[in-house]
């Protein structure tokens, strides 16, 4: 039998299909339609070659790299490509040269992409802080990780930050069909034939990672031999196998159904039945790590203060999981989800949270009490007004005293209830004077 990658180009034999179906314009790149529809501020500064520094965030396989590649196929200017993991000082020093001398010969910009940027410590941050700032270079990071948190803040201060979503099974979809349609990038000089089902089932599996569906169908197609008319046909069993997951015993909607419920059970206090959905759920093919995903998220917002401890036990579920694996994670998962369908139920973390974030969205001049100030930073004229701060373990733990900004005093978001712990909260507060 003929070899199956003697039938490929030799570029399309060595390069991943991932790598193949990259789109190379705006016009190819699906999915994030919040930050890359038409009209938006990214497209059309792609478009007009007049992208400022930027940080493209979100999970894997959702196009932060793809977008970064456009971005170089795009520009005038020359695109230097790092990684943080495998660069240093010295890498960025070199860009630095170059593009001073890029820019003084011929007045290019130089972008410079660095992949994995929250890997870069503090040192190699401050290295390229000056050279961003002064347009140097325009400087694209892309990271898994959030940057407010993971990142040099002054690095992040400098840039636009652009958030990346997990991408739809529909878009997933879309891109596979693409693939398999396209006799140039896809797989060229082979006849193949895909099973919707099996489309379907690497899509939902993927989890919104295009490159896991891209290399599941890859390696179903790659793995399966043609028949005897030529032709490469993959059914759901390749599908299963190439993603090594099994089909789940029930189709898409149902799956959301069954979450649903689980969800609801949890809230609800039904432990028999939480229990049920979850083997459900998992025996029909559901990684046990979104199921615990969703105790963890339902110990905070329904059990809440009521327990603080059901989110110590279901935090300790998923590093068990981890650790242990299948079958024997399934045990502290289960403890955990009797653990919060038991609990005291409250929802005022959840509330807090929202009401707090509208008013972080809405309310404008929210300065910080001059008695909070970092002092160093404040002008003479504001140290001389500066009302003291009134150290809480002198006066026993606790002192009143302004928290809030002059806009905000007085606004409260917080409401301990009835239920378990809270109620010792509420007496903790009363007797502190704070809800009086």
């Not at 990684?287 to 935090?315: C, K, N, S, T, W």
Request: net charge neutral.
């Amino acid at each position: 039998m003929e070899d199956i990658f003697d039938m490929l180009d030799y570029k399309s034999a060595r390069e991943p299909l991932a790598e193949r179906m990259r789109p190379k314009t705006l016009s190819e790149f699906l999915g994030q339609n919040h930050i890359a529809e038409e009209g938006s501020l990214l497209r059309r500064a792609i478009k007009m070659d007049n992208l400022g520094s930027c940080i493209f965030w979100g999970p894997p396989g959702s196009g932060k790299t793809t977008l970064a590649n456009i971005i170089a196929n795009s520009t005038d200017g020359k695109f230097v490509k790092l990684n943080a993991v495998s660069s240093g000082v010295a890498d960025v020093k070199r860009v630095v040269e170059d593009a001073k001398n890029l820019a003084k010969m011929y007045g290019k910009k130089t972008y410079l992409f660095l992949d994995e940027c929250h890997r870069f410590n503090k040192t190699q941050s401050d290295s390229l802080l000056p050279y961003i700032e002064d347009g140097t270079i325009i400087f694209i990071g892309s990271t898994t990780e959030n940057p407010y948190a993971a990142m040099t803040p002054a690095i992040v201060s400098r840039c636009r930050v652009f958030e990346l979503k997990t991408l739809s099974d529909e878009i997933i979809k879309k891109a596979l069909y693409r693939a398999i349609n396209d006799k140039k990038r896809g797989f060229p000089n082979l006849e193949i034939s895909v099973d919707d089902e099996a489309v379907n089932h690497i899509a939902l599996m993927a989890s919104g990672d295009m490159r896991i569906a891209y290399n599941a169908l890859e390696m179903a197609v790659l793995t399966t031999p043609p028949s005897e008319n030529g032709t490469v046909h993959v059914t759901l069993k390749d599908a299963e196998q190439s993603i090594q997951k099994k089909s789940l015993s029930y189709d898409e909607d149902m799956f959301y159904d069954l979450l649903s419920a689980f969800c609801k059970c949890l809230r609800g206090s039904a432990t028999d039945a939480a229990l049920y959905y979850a083997q459900r759920l998992i025996k029909g093919g559901c990684d046990p790590l979104i199921i615990i995903r969703r105790v963890i998220a339902h110990a905070a917002e329904d059990v809440g203060m009521a327990d603080p401890q059901a989110l110590v036990i279901a935090v300790s579920a998923l590093t068990a999981l981890k650790n242990m694996g299948y079958p024997e994670g399934m045990l502290p998962l289960s403890e955990a989800i009797i653990y919060v369908c038991e609990a005291e139920k409250s929802n005022s973390v959840v509330i807090a949270m929202n009401s707090a974030g509208e008013d972080a969205e809405k309310v404008k001049d929210d300065y910080v009490p001059t008695n909070l100030r970092n002092t160093p930073y404040m002008s003479k004229e504001q140290l001389k007004a500066k009302k003291p701060y009134l150290y809480p373990h002198d006066y026993g733990g606790y002192v009143k005293q302004q928290y809030m900004p002059d806009r905000l005093v007085g606004k409260k978001y917080y409401f301990p209830k009835d239920n378990g712990y809270e109620k010792t909260v509420k007496q903790l507060r009363k007797k502190k004077g704070i809800d009086d």
